[in-house]
């Protein structure tokens, strides 16, 4: 599974857009790009997952890059409720549930 | 809305005991899963299933064993307790839809913080 690169921590003032980016250079034709957030002291929750398009959902938006390599996750409006731990992670698709989580990025969301 | 549901949040237990985690899932998925979560560490896969009786190691099985008797249940064993299985556990499950193997995503419990004095 190819390797992502986060940074470690962000600020969003709240009702602003968050927009965390995600690295992974080393992506290959099969991969998917999965996005999952933790909230302090809960298990991790799933937002989106896409392939090449960009894809929206009620929670978020995800914009890959035309060249795959990299991709950003979009909290159109962020609440305080949004402050958590979000996870970038690549892999195929498979039935096997061995997500690498990684150290993700640290959102804190400020009124 | 899926549930996954961990027996215990929070559980403390002496070195050498054996240590049974349980967790139940309500939507009828195939495959289940036990990680831990440790800082500096993430998440760290010990074992899955994807159908009743099956289980796969994944990568730290070692100190751990799981059971599935049911499909809705996913058993989590600590043989021996020991100090360096202090950790949050956290169960997930996984649907596959179209009957293709593919999965899709991961709905996961609260976890239990289990300390190991």
């Known amino acids: 599974d190819a390797k992502t690169t986060q940074p470690p921590s962000m600020d969003c003032a709240e009702g602003r857009a968050a927009n965390l980016p995600c690295n992974h250079s080393?992506?290959?034709?099969?991969?998917?790009v999965y996005w999952y957030r933790q909230i302090h002291s809960q298990g991790p929750q799933y937002i989106i997952h896409?392939?090449?398009n960009n894809e929206t959902n009620e929670m978020a938006s995800l914009i890959i890059t035309e060249d795959r390599k990299s991709s950003t996750l979009i909290l159109p409006h962020a609440t305080l409720r949004d402050t958590a731990v979000y996870y970038c992670?690549?892999?195929?698709?498979?039935?096997?549930?061995?997500?690498?989580f990684g150290q993700g990025t640290t959102l804190q969301v400020k009124p | 809305d899926v549930k996954v549901t961990q027996s215990s949040r929070y559980l403390v237990k002496r070195t050498g005991e054996k240590v049974f985690l349980e967790c139940v899932q309500d939507?009828?998925?195939?495959?289940m899963f036990w990680y831990r979560q440790d800082p500096g560490l993430g998440l760290r896969l010990i074992y899955f299933?994807?159908?009743?009786?099956?289980?796969e190691k994944g990568d730290i099985p070692e100190g751990y064993s799981v059971s599935r008797e049911k499909k809705e249940r996913f058993s989590l064993i600590l043989e021996s307790a020991s100090t360096n299985q202090t950790s949050m556990y956290l169960c997930?499950?996984?649907?596959?839809?179209?009957?293709?193997?593919?999965?899709?995503?991961?709905?996961f419990g609260s976890g239990t913080q289990l300390s190991v004095l």
């Open positions: 299933s994807y159908d009743v009786k099956m289980k």
């Open positions: 896409g392939l090449k």
């Open positions: 080393t992506i290959s034709g099969n991969e998917y």
């Open positions: 992670i690549v892999r195929v698709r498979s039935n096997t549930g061995k997500l690498i």
């Open positions: 997930a499950s996984s649907f596959d839809p179209a009957g293709t193997g593919v999965m899709l995503r991961l709905f």
């Open positions: 939507m009828d998925h195939e495959n």
